[in-house]
Structure formats: C-alpha cells, structure tokens
C-alpha cells in the first residue's frame, strides 16, 4: 500500500505543534477503544506519539459528529424553546402598562377651570369607574354600551366619570374630544358623548367631520353660533389637553383605560365579566369599610 | 442530489419557515396577553379581528395555539431533517390541522368579521407554505 509520505510529515508538524494537547487526546481515545474493558490500562503520555495522536484527533472528531448527530437536534428545539420563550416573556414585559393609580387626594367634585369632569350617575355614589376614552376608537365605542348596562345594573351605587385622551393615530379624534367639550360647555356633555360613539363609523371616515360634529350639535339641541365658538375656544383645547396630560402623567397608552375607585384594572379585565368583578369587589370594600 | 438529501433540505426549510411562523405567533400572543388587541393605541388592524369572540377558545387566545402548534411543527421538521422517522408522521396531521384551521380563520376574516389582520394573514401565507413543503417532500421516500 502507498505510503504519502507529505501528508504523513504533515500530519507530525499538526501533531508536534498540539504537544500539549496529546495526552489529553491519547485519554480520550484510550476511552472510546476500550470503554468495554476495564483492565486494559490507562495510555501514558510517554507512549503519545505524533502519528498515533493525529489518528486520535481524527477519532474525536468522527465522536463529536456522531454526538452532534444525535443529540443538534434536542439543543436545537431547546434553543427555540428558550428564545420563544424567552422574547415573549421580554415583550410582555415591555408592552404590559405600567398604569399608576389616581392619586386619592385629587377632587372629584366636578368640573372647574380648565380641568375636564364629566360625571354620569350618582355623584356621591361609593363606586367611580373612571375611563380615559377616545372618540374614534372602536373599542370605546363599544365600551359606551356597556356602560349603559353598568348604569341600569348598579343604579345609585355608581358613578361614570369620562376623561378625553384623543389618540394622535386617529385622525378625528381630538376634534370630537373638543366637540364633546363644547357641547358640555352647554350641559350637553354626555349628549354629544352618546351621538359621537352612536355615529362613529360615519364620521371617522368624513373628509370633514367638523360638519357632521355640528349636525349633531343642533340635533342635541345645542346653541350652534355658541358651539362652534367654543369648539375653538382655548378653554375647550385646555381641557382636553388637562385630561390627557392627566392620562400621561399615569402611564395611559391605550383606550379605554379604566379605573375603578383610583385603582386600574388590569387589561385582562377589560371586559364586561371582568369590569363587573372589580366594580363588585370595590363594593365589597367599601361595605367593609 | 440524492432524494433523501432533497427531503432533508425540505425538511430543513420547513423548520427555518416555522420558526418565523413562531416569531409572529409569540408576538400575536404577547398583544392578546397584555390586552393591547383589545384596546386602540397598538396595531390598528389587529385589534377588530383579535379583540373578536373568534380570537380566542375557551378563553386561551388563538394566537398562543398558533405558537405552541408552530413549536411543534419546527420541532417534528428538525427531528426529520435528522432522520427520526417518527417526527415525519407526526409532521403532516399536524400541519393539516392548521391548515384547515388557517382556512377557517380566513372565513371569519373575510365573511363575518370584514376585517383583515396583516400579521393573522402573513400567519396564513407561512402555514400554507409548510404545507406546500410538507406535500413537496417526495412521498415514494416516506417510511
């Protein structure tokens, strides 16, 4: 058989330059051949020879690419596992709202200055559900409904309170917040509130909304000439900016926001059953107390 | 190329493809789970079709069945790529099944809900890719 007498002289320059490495090869070779035998003794570094530690190498590395085989792809379903999970846990720490509660100390007497309150129910009622809305957002919309059901259901025992927080992706929506300030300028508040949430698929989508804001101000029976100059009056835009800078100031990113007695609730909760449960418990609470 | 080789490259690509299905599921879950597909101030197009009755069963979000089922499909297509017979049979039921699921999804996209989601449609678009990989893999080769 033909001997390369290159590769072999090769072969001993890889090998004398890893002379560290040798017995350490030698053992582990020693350990693939004869892990059957336990009397076959132990290779010494004196019997390391360049030639014989290539051949090792060569072992090893057939030994790495079998255990790569059989066990890549265990640490590959691993590793997405991890990171899936991982990224998720990340994200969902980033994206969930970091809400504050309301400050106890603030007064929820009723509207004064430039500050916004708009009050639906009892006044005095033990419960306040508090939500930072935006005229042009669907799930507000929605959300307006159920608080009619909330109304019927709990009566005297609770009271609504709306704060604008206008979304600057719709495009609409500030200017049906100082609609909705306007009107209340003239006591009409949750009037316009209604009708606004009632026709927003119509004038979402106006080229100009500001028309059909009017059209709704005269079929409230609002005073057009005094709407339309409180629509531009610094007074409306200070409170809905009051309003949103109060929604900022708590960490509000999405609408509705809602707070029950001060305290949010959670997005979980954000649903009829949910709300319910938390107005429930507020009760309960204040029974208690 | 030889056909096994083939299958493995198939299988290999259905593994890479569904592990960006899983990026875009776990991010979906991740707007279920924090509330934000239910609420305006996140993605827009996604809140009318995940903030729906239909984006969740038994109050689980379709969406982290979407991951768990895409986890899956990269695991089962790692696995044949490698050569575990057992994980090709469990490929294609599983891969069916989100088939048939992705298509009732559309449905409700497009005839009950009359809105779409582009991350619920870039979801559709990979798992009919997988199918069309799974289908691809020459059956004559299968064990």
Redesign the interface.
Known sequence: MPVNNDTMTNDRDVASAIPASCFLIRHLDFVITNAASSTTPAPSLLRCSPHLTIQSLRRSFWLFRHLMKRYLPFLLVAAVALAAFGSGAVLYRAKRPQLLAIPETRNLTGKSGTESMHIRGNPDAPVTLEEFGDFQCPPCSSFAGFIEELLKQYDSRLRIVFRNFPLPAHEHAREAALAAEAAGMQGRFWEMHDVLYREQAVWSKAPNARELFESYAGTIGLNLDQFRKDMDSEKAKERVDSDHALGDSLGVKFTPTLYINNQPVEPKDKNPEGVRAAINAALARKSQS | MTVSRFRTILYAVA?IVS?IG??DA??L???A????T?????S?DC??VL?SSYARIGGIPVALLG?LAY?SV??SA??A??G?ARARTLLIPVIGAMFVFTLWLLYVQAFLLHAYCRYCLFSAAITFLLAGLVIAVPASQEE
């Open positions: 593994a592990v899983l990026a776990t991010y879950s991740v707007q789970l924090t509330g934000e239910l609420s305006c101030g996140g827009p809140f009318r903030g991951a986890f990269f695991a790692t696995f790529a490698f575990y």
